[in-house]
């Protein structure tokens, strides 16, 4: 009866083995995960019987083996990370040189950013292959990209020069994850924030860090509703991710919901570094309702970063993502850091010199707007800027009607010309003491109007010689409130306009202004001409 029993059960095993392969097979993960469920679960029911005849106890053990490993397999393929690890480690208990599970683990170490004991998986499939010829040039191209990535992550040297001289048309480049000299304190402005932990130069590499989940699109004429439906898939990635990993969960359980920000913990930047202890227990069920809040707070769009527009991409882009050491970065409207979206990382670089202990900024939303603007930006952020440059304008405006009188003579549609020039002339007469810095806050809050009468032949014609050179507007801005590709524009044109161009000094100048909107990630210097090439193409917004 018994043994009836046991042929029964080894025949419903075999019929099971054969159904998940055909699953696994045909690419049907959840199912084929679902049938090698029951198939482990009775193989180690039978195994635990089957110990007196040790060549059945083996061939169990051999296709147990197998099970766990396409089991693996396929829970990678749903981006169960963690839950696939588990069942590498399972298959590699009982053997522990299975090919197929050396790969397809060295595969998730590689995902989840840890590249030295993902060489070291490879490194070791490698030397247990039975196929040497066919897996060969797999394999190297696996243990180099881990060595790339590895050496990426530890020096943080990156370039992405051969991208950009190939006009953006290989595949997006591999980037590891890094964390450069920051770290998270307390900040003065809001919650915490992240700190320079050293002197760096502007377009020094402060991290990258690839996102939680990104979506991404092309959204014609800004439209709104097509703009929902991309944020509710983005909310159901995040959500989704943070199911199958609880360290990811946790991480995100950290970020801020915008209230109550003084009582957030500190945490520790070795968090964040992508060798930071896994953690391999069972998914979770998140909080979809907190998860929302701090989406809300800490989702970046990819429309004002510069790689929507400039790195390969049309301006109807729209992308938006969550970064999770990009959110503890507060917001300034003189910010001396920028990100650039390369793919799913972010990359973040100083844009001007920092010093150590000094807070990272970036901006949130155009800064090269007047204060009103900015104002009703931070307000749909929840909060309202303290920073130097919003203090000091609040308190023009409330001081004197000067730049109450420039808004109005812009209303009245004024000629943009004549408009430049009584800001200009009044703002020698309203800071009487120098204020190069506050010159600066006052030509970027104007950005437009500067920008427009240089665009003006007949403006230019009739008042450009009491209006500075484009190129003196444009550094003055890039000096007070740091540097984007409009102010790089202004300034190269400015100094090409004059034929003040081409000399070694104006050639460096405009190198070192381009290496601070683009980061030093940009090496050969004929990578940054040739970006800089395509942001003077661009019309001037
Ligand atoms: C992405 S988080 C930045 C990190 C945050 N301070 C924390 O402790 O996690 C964005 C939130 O920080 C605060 N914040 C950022 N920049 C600010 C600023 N310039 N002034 C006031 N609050 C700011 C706001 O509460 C905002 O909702």
Redesign the pocket.
């Known amino acids: 009866m018994e043994e009836i029993d046991e042929e029964l059960e080894e025949e419903m095993m075999q019929q099971l083995r054969f159904k998940a392969t055909e699953l696994l097979l045909r690419e049907e993960w959840k199912e084929s995960i679902q049938v090698y469920t029951h198939f482990i679960s009775l193989s180690l029911n039978h195994l635990s019987k089957t110990t007196t005849d040790s060549d059945r106890f083996n061939k169990l053990q051999k296709t147990l083996c197998l099970a766990f490993s396409n089991r693996a397999e396929a829970k990678s393929r749903t981006h169960h990370f963690m839950e696939s690890l588990e069942d590498c480690n399972q298959a590699l208990k009982i053997d522990k040189t299975h090919f197929k599970t050396l790969v397809c683990k060295g595969k998730i170490l590689l995902n989840l950013n840890q590249y030295v004991n993902a060489y070291d998986c490879f490194k070791s499939a490698a030397l247990h292959d039975h196929d040497i010829q066919n897996h060969n040039e797999t394999l190297n191209g696996y243990l180099d990209t881990c060595k790339k990535l590895e050496y990426q992550s530890r020096t943080g040297v990156f370039d992405l020069s051969d991208w950009v001289l190939n006009g953006f048309k290989d595949k997006t480049p591999e980037l590891a994850e890094y964390i450069g000299p920051v770290e998270v304190k307390k900040?003065g402005?809001?919650?915490?924030?992240l700190f320079s932990s050293k002197n760096v130069e502007a377009g020094t590499l402060l991290f990258v860090t690839k996102a939680v989940a990104t979506n991404r699109g092309i959204l014609p004429e800004c439209d709104e509703d097509s703009k929902m439906v991309m944020w509710k898939d983005f909310v159901e990635k995040v959500v989704d991710v943070a199911t199958k990993c609880r360290k990811t969960y946790d991480l995100i359980c950290r970020?801020?919901t915008?209230e109550e920000?003084e009582m957030?913990q500190v945490p520790d930047i070795s968090l964040f570094r992508p060798d930071s202890e896994l953690s391999l227990s069972e998914s979770v069920k998140p909080e979809v309702g907190k998860i929302l809040n701090i989406l809300d707070?800490?989702s970046l769009t990819e429309e004002d970063g510069i790689s929507a527009k400039v790195l390969g991409k049309n301006s109807d882009y729209y992308g938006v993502g969550l970064w999770i050491l990009a959110?503890?970065?507060?917001?300034?409207c003189e910010p001396n850091a920028r990100r650039l979206h390369v793919g799913d990382h972010l990359m973040v670089h100083a844009s001007r010199d920092i010093k150590a202990g000094e807070e990272i900024?970036f901006a949130?939303f155009d800064v090269l707007t007047p204060l009103k603007k900015r104002a009703e930006m931070?307000k749909t952020?929840?909060?309202?800027?303290?920073?130097n440059r919003c203090r000091f304008e609040r308190d023009m405006y409330d001081r004197n009607q000067g730049l109450t009188e420039i808004e109005i003579l812009l209303e009245c549609g004024s000629d943009i010309g004549n408009v430049v020039v009584r800001l200009e002339e009044g703002m020698k007469r309203w800071m009487l003491k120098g204020g190069k810095k506050e010159k600066g806050y006052l030509r970027a809050s104007f950005w437009r109007i500067f920008s427009e009468a240089y665009q003006s032949e007949r403006s230019m014609a009739r008042w450009g010689r009491r209006i500075p050179p484009a190129e003196v507007v444009g550094e003055s801005v890039a000096e007070a409130v740091g540097t984007d590709e409009r102010v790089l524009k202004m300034v190269v044109e400015g100094l090409r306009r004059n034929g003040a161009s081409g000399g070694f000094v104006e050639m460096e100048k405009e190198m070192k202004l381009a290496r601070n909107v683009y980061g030093k990630v940009i090496k050969k210097r004929k990578a940054v001409k040739a970006l800089l090439e395509l942001c003077l193409c661009k019309p001037t917004c």
Request: charged letters at 10%; hydrophobic letters at 30%.
């Open positions: 900040s402005i809001s919650g915490r924030g970020l801020s915008g920000e957030l707070v800490n959110s503890f970065i507060n917001h300034s900024f949130y931070s952020w929840g909060f309202s800027c303290e920073c």
